[in-house]
């Protein structure tokens, strides 16, 4: 029987809940949002795009771990105020020097460079204050075992031992980090880029469908409710769009926008509105000789607003099911596009861009490298799927409660 008293929400919440796959696929969803959101704060590379190349530890296998030498670059860097090294990561402040072992000699550090070839191994050296301050070389001073340096903003003059100066890069300038996904090809942290490549999949995603359901729903309304010869205008272009193989008019887009972040989305979008306005279309026919959109004409009401007011909001079960669904497809158009080299580009971390990249290693042990992003995919698509099929059932209203 079905329940009695209860909002036609929380009876579609119900019956989603007896669908474990489709929860399953509702937490996946959940938990890469998260990801996404957190982005910058959870990744071990906050460099922007996460795009810290080291190239002496390039293509070293997961769980890889090496010491680092930072040294602060000399140059003057900008301002960032907290809110943008959250959303948009930091501007690289250092340089990362992958060492073996390191000594140091009076006011300068020797570290024996990392090198997975033991015949490329070579020393460096590198003064003490210039690693850990951003310094005017052409005012720094040794003398008697204190170093004296001004800043390269002029702000103050540093004046410390060499002991203190020693114990200042031991704590703070020698670090150890461990790589969980190794590192790609020009030696970046593949999680870092796994993680900010979340953002990427999920924004063009949400974007394209927002896109193609404010265009579906406007044009599929207007055709369903006012027919005659508007009905067969717009229906006319939805067959002429629905005619052009999808992936060939979002590459003929893309050209035509060019290469970017945005221009992907609204690409995106601007090829998936056909089939929301195909079946707003149908729903509209069904729905606008209902006794209560009769009512509404009767008082006089616009069409505009029984349209949108009255007959819209009880035709969304449908366009939420079409929009899990587009969310996937956005998903892997995003990722073929990348692939191709016309989609998002370089150094802006995405899974289509990681499979490029690297696909050329699925034929050697590191396979992994084009696996690692394509799984995601994959797991990304399937639960959108899953959680599209979990509403189309949650939705029906012959399902039993």
């Known amino acids: 029987m079905k329940e009695k ?10 019956r989603f809940k007896r669908n474990p796959v489709s929860v399953a696929g509702l937490i996946f969803i959940f938990v890469t949002v998260v990801i996404s959101v957190g982005g910058y704060m959870i990744s071990p590379d906050k460099v922007r795009h996460a795009n810290s ?3 002496e530890i390039a293509l070293e296998k997961p769980g890889f771990v090496c010491d680092f030498l930072k040294v602060v670059s000399n140059g003057r860097m900008p301002e960032e105020g907290f809110l943008k090294r959250v959303f948009t990561g930091m501007s690289p402040d250092h340089t990362l020097v992958p060492v073996s072992s390191w000594r140091f000699e009076e006011d300068r550090i020797v570290v024996l460079e990392y090198s997975k070839y033991s015949e490329d191994r070579f020393y460096s050296s590198y003064l003490l204050a210039d690693v850990c301050f951003s310094v005017d070389m ?8 204190t170093v004296r340096v001004q800043l390269v903003d002029h702000s103050r003059e540093i004046d410390l031992s060499v002991d203190a100066l020693q114990k200042m890069v031991e704590e703070e300038r020698i670090i150890s980090k461990r790589f969980l996904l190794g ?15 979340t953002r990427v999949s999920l924004a063009v995603g949400f974007i394209a469908v927002l896109i193609s359901v404010f265009i579906g729903i406007l044009l599929g309304g207007i055709a369903g409710y006012f027919r005659g010869w508007v009905d067969k205008l717009i229906m006319w272009l939805v067959n002429v769009v629905w005619s052009v193989p999808t992936l060939l008019m979002v590459i003929s887009i893309t050209l035509v926008l060019g290469k970017g972040y945005w221009q992907v989305f609204i690409a995106v979008g601007l090829t998936m509105w056909v089939e929301v306005a195909r079946v707003v279309r149908g729903q509209v026919l069904s729905v606008r000789e209902k006794e209560y959109v009769e009512a509404a004409r009767v008082t006089g009401m616009r069409p505009g607003r029984i349209l949108f007011r009255h007959i819209v909001p009880n035709i969304l079960s449908p366009v939420v099911i079409i929009s899990a669904a587009n969310f996937a497809t956005a998903i892997l158009l995003e990722a073929g596009l990348s692939f191709l080299g016309i989609g998002v580009q370089p150094p802006v971390p995405t899974w289509g861009g990681m499979i490029k990249e690297h696909y050329g290693y699925i034929i050697v042990e590191m396979g992994y490298l084009a696996f690692i992003p394509g799984f995601a995919i994959m797991l990304m698509v399937l639960a959108f799927t899953l959680v599209g099929n979990g509403l189309r059932d949650a939705l029906d209203s012959r399902q039993q409660a």
């Open 5 to 14: 008293g209860i909002s036609p929400t929380r009876l579609a919440w119900n």
């Open 53 to 55: 190349q080291v190239l």
């Open 138 to 145: 052409n005012a720094y001073e040794y003398v008697d075992g």
């Open 183 to 197: 590192t790609d090809r020009f030696g970046r942290d593949m999680l870092s880029r796994m993680i900010l490549g």
